[in-house]
Structures are given as structure tokens and as C-alpha cells.
């Protein structure tokens, strides 16, 4: 095992101002846990300590090889520190030390600590050596005298990983790992991974990305991969995975900066600065990074809640819309949607799935927050919520607390969890394993049913009655400015809160039956990447020729409802792409309210325009958003010149 391959950056110093060996030891122990390579930090130094007490390390010669063997060791490891001034060891020559190196070996059969033990000694036996890391002037100046050094002693070392360079198996190691999660899972998640992935092989760094997408997760980080990798990159915008991560350096941001900023975050991954992550849980919970501000980790517990939501919203949709569409003899009647057996058989399952959407939606909300004790009560205020369950009324006169309701219960049972588990956690030991079985589910789902029945379902449920009132009795013009609004909305920031607040708002509108704002936010998301297409197909002077290459690609991805293809164009100009986004698509939302379009299905676009309500004025509306968005980009951009196209 070479040294190079377990000495890191960021666990160098050469300028080492220690004073005794206790705490030589205690800052050699710190510069390991900056690379990442410890589980249980406390647990390694006690048994650097204990090893230190059955006899010295300081080998003589200005040399201490200080080392560790437990299983709180994550992967092999070394650090490395030089005391200019030198300092009391208790060294076998009885001489100060001034070169140390730490060993940090995992608790396995194979003796690695042996094994590096012996390559160091072999190593520092040479004078010239020893004296060029005492003078060296950077951490890279250092790394380089070992590395010659390690080529010169073992040349078939060398001659033998020269041949297996390219090899699979040595593509196993990679420099950075990284994970993308969006709250759909559909386009950002993907977008950033391919952003990370593309400036990486520019950079020359390996990197591994796992997406965590609707269809699941896919190229999954293995514990190998982690424990030798430098650095991971958690680029997301819901919870994902994190105890996996104890222990190494980690870099948590907004997915959308795995898109926008992936050499910084890259640049940021090698620099040797990153914080190592500590996991509160160790069970594969999941979790959030403790630097994380209010707002953000608010942000991602309610997209946690939208990302699992969003499945039982558009499948369920779907199928009603289907139901209605099926039913199309009995439209007007108060039978349409079920008057035949085939829509009656798409209503049930449509409303079954659709039903979910309130449990869910606070169900993981409150798990981001509260971990999974507090899944169990929120998806139960969830469900009170859209009952609207209140011992106040008589039960023909519950009125449902709805989307605003589960919102509520989602963050209040995951604060409930929270608060269980502080008020719990002096319990005998005896008693710790009636928690998760017994005292969790019974104080969670009854103080969360006191909640929702006597605090939020009344007035929640009130005003849900006043806004969908207020809806439907909207004079015209008050309807094409929401539709104005909510349309621009889904252009502001292309899949992120702006959008998604919007397009949460047009699927809670369905359940009240306002089918006329969903289909507002479906053509006012649609504009964007088919004005981008249209600007690259007749304009293309103004644009290069990977962006052209692009057109296709946003064509599909505008008529199917994905707002994301307009990512790139933003993220590289977004002073001139923008701004015709948002008047197209506040164009087209305000002209579907105008016409009198409504949808019936939360997703979908031109492939759901059967189950649109006056689909051709739908077309238009898109039509004319688009060629708004069209005429603001080719004003603002001016023609390229002709070496950049």
C-alpha cells in the first residue's frame, strides 16, 4: 500500500508548534480526522494513547510513527506533521522528534498498520529524505519528495501501476464522490450530475455521481468508494442518505449549483478545507448537515414531503382525467366521470392514489425532520387533514383542512418527534427499546390527533372554504392576472421554489376542483424551453453550436411539461434568457385563464391535451407565450460572432 495513496493534504503540516508529546499526539489525531479516514474520532485517540502507554514510538533519529488499530478507523490512513522547533518525545534515542507520522488502520486480518509501519521505516533510514520533508516549503513540495521516494525504493511498484493505470480495477478509486437529488427527480436531478461529471473529466478529477431519481436511485456509492475517496459533494434539494457519509469531508449545497457552479464545488472538494461530516444517527437515517441554515433545511424538509408527493399527484390525476375523458356522453351530469364502468374503474384508483397526496406530503416532511418515528404521525395528521376530522362539527359538515392542513402537520410532527425524544431520552436503558414499538407511535399519534382536531382542522378548514369561494367567484379579470402570476411563476427559477410553489399550488387546486389554475401553470411551465427551441431553430446566429445542438431535445422537453431544459441557457445568460421566459409564460398562463382552459391532469402537456379543457385555446395560449419569449430573447441577444457559433 503506497504512502502517497493514504497521505492527504489536508492532514499535512510542516508547521508543526507543539510542546509536549500529549499534545503532539492530540493535533496528529486532529490533522487525521481532517482527511476523513475516522468513524469515532475519541474511541482512535484513546487507542493511539493506549498504544503510546505499552511503549514508545519516537524510533530515534528526529522520527515518531505514532499508530492506531480499531474499528473506529473508516479506511486506511495517514497524517503527517513536522515540529521545526522539535519537541520531548520520550523518544528511544532520548533526542527531540521533529518528523511525525500517524497511522490510522481499520480493525481487519490484514495488519495493514504493519505493513505502512514498515514502508515508512524503510523509507526514513534515508538521511537525504528525512531532511527534504523537514525543508519542504508546501504540502505539495512534501508529497512530492515522498512520492520520488516511494518510485525510487520500489521501482516495480511503478513499472507495475504505469501498465494497470487504465485498468477497471484501478478505476475503483475515485477523487470525489457526489449525489443529486430534485424534489421530482426528473430533470435537476440529472442536470447536476451531468454538470459534475462533464467539468471533472475537464479537470482531470475522477468522480462518481449517484442520482436519486423518480425511478430510484441509480449508480449507487459503495462503502468501498466512500472510505477511499477525498471528498463527497451532496448536491440536493431534498434529504438524502447521509450516515453512509460519518466521517468524511462533505460539501452540502442546492442541486442547482451542481448545475450552475460545478468547477467551485469541485475546486472546493480538493482544496483539503472541507468540514469532515459528523452523523447524529448511525443507522443509515436520514439526515441533515448540521451547518445547514433554518431556511434551507425548512426548504428541504417541505421538497422531501413535495418529492414523495408528487408520484400519487400526477399518477392519480392522471387517472381521474382519464375517467372524465372516458365519460364523455355523461358530461354535465352528475355522473360524469363514473356513468360508465370503464371511467368508474380509472375514478376509484385515480381518487385512491390521489387521496395520498395529504398523508405523504406530511408524512415525509416530518421524517426529514424527525427521522422515521416521526413518519407514523405525520402521515396520520396528514390523513386528518384531508378528512377534516374536528369533534366541533358534526361529521357531514368536516370540511377539509387540505393542502395548507397537511403542511401544518407535517412540520408540527416532526418538531412533536423531536420534543418526544428530548423529553424520552432519560428513560432507563431497560426501557429504550419500548420507544421506537410503543412510546413514539402512542404519544405522536395523540398529541398530533389533539392537534389537528381541536387547533388546525377548524379554522385551516375555514379558510380553505373562503379561498376556493374566492376562487370560483374571481371576476375575469382577477383570473387572468393569477393566471398572469402563477404562469411567471414557473419561469422565475426553472424547477426551483418559485416553480414549485406554483405547480404545488395548481395540483392542491385540483382537489378543490379549480381545474382552470392548473392548467394555467402547465402552459406558463411548457413556454420556456419551446420559446428556447424556436429562438435556436430561427435564430441560431445568436446562439453556439452545443446550445443548437440542443433544440430537439427542448422541443420534447417543453410540449412534455419540463421547465428544466431551460436550465442551461439561464444558468450561462441569465439576464437576457430570463426575463422573455417569464413574459412568455405570465402571457400564456393569463390567456389559458382568459380562454377558459382547465386541466383535470397535474402533469403530462401536449401528451394529456385530450383531457384539456378547450384544447386548442390551450395551444394558443402556449403559442402566444412562446413567441413572446421568442421576441424578448432576440432582442436581448445579440448575433455571436461567427468563430463562436
Known sequence: MKITDLL?????????????KTEAIETMVSLMEKGGNLKDTETYRKTVFAREEEGTTG???????????????????????????GVDYDSLDGEPVHLIFLIAAPNTKDNVHLEVLSRLSMLLMDEDFRQNLLHAATVEEFLGYVDAAEKAKFPEESGQEEQTRD????????????VTACPTGIAHTYMAAEGLENKAKEMGVTIKVETNGSGGNKNVLTAEEIAACDCIIIAADKEV???????????????????SKPGELIEKALSGTVTVYHSKDGDGQEVSVTEESLGRK??????????HMLPFVIGGGILIALSYLCDGANAGTDVFGTGTALARFFNLIGNAAFGMMF???????????????????????????RAGTSVTLPEESWISSGFFGALIAGFAAGLIMLGLKKLLEKLPKALEGTKPVLLYPFLGILIMGLLMIFVVNPPVGAFNTWLNDSLAGMGESSKVLLGAVLGGMMSIDFGGPFNKAAYVFGTASIAGGQF?????????????????????????????KSEKQTTVTNYIMGLSFITEGAIPFAASDPLRIIPPCVAGSAVAGALSMLFGCGSRAPHGGIFVIGIIDRPLFFLGALAAGALVGVAGIVLLKKPLPEEKR
Open 8 to 20: 492527504k493534504k489536508q492532514s499535512i503540516e510542516l508547521h508543526g508548534a507543539v510542546k509536549t
Open 59 to 85: 524510533i530515534g533519529e528526529g522520527i515518531a510513527i505514532p499508530h492506531g488499530k480499531t474499528s473506529a478507523v473508516a479506511s486506511p490512513g495517514l497524517a503527517a506533521m513536522v515540529v521545526p522547533e
Open 167 to 178: 485498468t477497471a480495477e484501478n478505476q475503483k478509486r475515485y477523487q470525489i464522490l457526489a
Open 241 to 259: 442518505a447521509m450516515a453512509r457519509f460519518d466521517g468524511k469531508p462533505l460539501i452540502s449545497t442546492k442541486v442547482s449549483d451542481g448545475i
Open 298 to 307: 425548512v426548504y428541504k424538509s417541505l421538497m422531501n414531503g413535495v418529492s
Open 359 to 385: 398523508p405523504f406530503l406530511a408524512g415525509y416532511i416530518a421524517m426529514a425532520i424527525g427521522d422515521r418515528p416521526a413518519l407514523m404521525p405525520g402521515i396520520v395528521g396528514g390523513l386528518l387533514a
Open 516 to 544: 382552470d389554475i392548473m392548467a394555467a401553470v402547465m402552459v406558463g411551465g411548457m413556454v420556456p424551453p419551446v420559446a428556447i427551441a424556436l429562438a435556436t431553430t430561427f435564430f441560431g446566429s445568436r446562439f453556439t
